[in-house]
């Protein structure tokens, strides 16, 4: 049985002058499972790890925290996000813990749309557009979400393989509808704002550039080394391709998990209609 593993610590190591980031994890107890070394051009990556430690559980640390880091570290843009596909264009999903965006992917997932990337999404831009890229497609939901949307979590895996694993989740089945598309043109962003308990249907809000903005540099990859400072100019001119290309929506969902297919249809609905049209 795997120990805990909670979100790891993070260190700048230097030396001589080679710089290096490592993240650690370790268990409930603090003794350490894995560690990763990332060099400062986020070019080499080196890991060890516990035999114990399930395979499964180090892909799922690489997918994310690491691969941050990584990306951040190459210059390439990434944010904070899902990213789902359907009828060849892809929604981004952005929102802050507890907003409900692992719902609303799973959620969608149910109603035609293709998970591409779970939980971190990288942007390319060529030629003036910017594609959504595919990436770790594990959707993992909470025990109430997956009741919600017609699932026995008794019977589905757990994001760690230690089911008492701080922060755990449940993982939903694989899709059905094949291999996702490697690169896919960005069509909306849904910016999620905390759930309403007044609300029986998705709240929405088209947002112009000036207002979008904020949102989106704020789901931006920051340097692991110097995590405060301002995203870079690629970074900057991503950003603004989005704005340019897709339209940029502020939607609260409603807070009750029996609303949750209902939901996600009515986002569906919406998006067919062009985007993220005015409520």
Same mark, same amino acid.
């Given at each position: ?12 190591? %230097? ?25 400062? &051009?986020?070019?080499? !990556?080196?890991?060890?790890? !516990?035999?114990? =430690?399930?395979?499964?559980? =180090? ?11 990584? =990306? ?9 996000? +899902? ?5 060849? $264009?892809? /929604? ?23 998970? /591409? ?5 990288? /942007? ?5 557009? #910017? ?11 909470? +025990? ?11 019977? =589905?895996?757990? %994001? ?5 694993? +701080? ?20 069509? $909306?962003?849904?910016?999620? &704002? ?10 929405? #809000? ?23 400072? %301002?995203?870079? *100019? ?7 391709? !989005? !704005?340019?290309?897709?339209?940029? #929506?502020?939607? *609260?969902?409603?807070? *009750? ?23």
């Amino acid at each position: 049985m795997v120990p805990d593993l909670p979100y790891g610590t993070a260190a700048v190591i %230097r030396h001589e002058e080679t710089v290096w980031i490592e993240q650690s994890y370790g268990d409930s107890e603090g003794m350490p499972i894995c560690r990763f070394r990332i060099s400062g &051009d986020g070019r080499v !990556l080196l890991s060890e790890s !516990l035999v114990r =430690l399930a395979w499964s559980d =180090l892909y799922g640390l690489f997918t994310e925290p690491v691969m941050r880091t990584i =990306l951040s570290r190459m210059g390439l843009v990434s944010f904070h996000a +899902a990213a789902l596909v359907k009828q060849d $264009a892809a /929604i981004l999903i952005m929102g802050q813990k507890g907003a409900g965006k692992s719902s609303l992917s799973a959620a969608l997932s149910r109603v035609g749309w293709q998970l /591409i990337a779970d939980d971190l999404v990288r /942007i390319v831009e060529r030629n003036g557009h #910017c594609f959504a890229t595919a990436g770790g497609t594990v959707p993992r939901v909470n +025990a109430d979400t997956a009741r919600a949307l017609g699932f026995d979590p008794a019977t =589905l895996a757990t %994001r760690w393989t230690n089911p008492r694993a +701080a922060g755990n989740k449940f993982v939903l089945p694989a899709p059905t509808a094949g291999t996702p598309p490697s690169e896919v043109p960005i069509r $909306a962003v849904l910016l999620l &704002d905390p759930r309403g308990s007044d609300l029986e249907t998705p709240d929405w #809000c088209r947002l112009g550039g000036v207002q979008a903005l904020p949102g989106l540099v704020a789901n931006l990859t920051p340097d692991p080394l110097n995590p405060s400072a %301002r995203p870079t *100019r690629e970074a900057m001119r991503v950003t603004g391709g !989005l !704005l340019r290309q897709a339209a940029i #929506c502020r939607v *609260r969902l409603p807070d *009750r998990l029996d609303a949750l297919i209902t939901a996600a249809a009515a986002v569906d609905a919406r998006l067919a209609e062009g985007g993220c049209v005015a409520a």
